[in-house]
């Protein structure tokens, strides 16, 4: 089975929404599918055919999570940066400058599950990411993104 890396926060976020799934949407869904099926006729009955979709989506999602936990590699970031000898690794943080714009940026490097760029998570499978992975800081890395060549300088590298 393949290993999908994930930070231990990502897992976590996935553990958590698992929890409220099963803890506190699937009882609240089997709730309105009672409800609905009290007021009868079942073809006609639009609370209950809505109930029983969400019932489908929210056991897809929890299978969804299920299977991302049971195949997720947990990667220490802290553990994996002392082994890293400054090189940039997954989970490591990293300070950018944007060598054409001047622009400053912070990026980490998670798993494609956790990624979101707004929040400068970004994903290890990413042209940026991938450019970045065994670099150190002062480096510099030229990438081809979808708005074309930039020119990145890794500023700093954390593993925290």
Do not use: C, W
């Amino acid at each position: 089975m393949d290993r999908t890396p994930l930070t231990e926060t990502g897992a976590e976020a996935l553990r958590d929404e698992l929890k409220r799934l099963k803890k506190v949407e699937r009882p609240r869904i089997v709730a309105a599918i009672e409800e609905a099926r009290a007021h009868g006729d079942l073809k006609e009955n639009a609370e209950y055919h809505a109930a029983k979709e969400e019932q489908g989506f929210n056991e897809g999602r929890i299978a969804e999570i299920e299977g991302k936990l049971a195949s997720a590699q947990i990667i220490d970031v802290a553990r994996a940066g002392a082994q890293a000898n400054g090189r940039v690794v997954f989970g490591a943080t990293l300070d950018l400058a944007d060598e054409d714009t001047g622009e400053e940026f912070t990026y980490q490097i998670v798993g494609e599950d956790e990624a979101d760029i707004k929040r400068g998570m970004l994903s290890f499978a990413s042209p940026i990411a991938r450019a970045l992975i065994g670099k150190t800081e002062g480096d510099v890395v030229e990438v081809e993104v979808p708005s074309g060549q930039r020119t990145l300088e890794i500023v700093k590298v954390r593993y925290a």
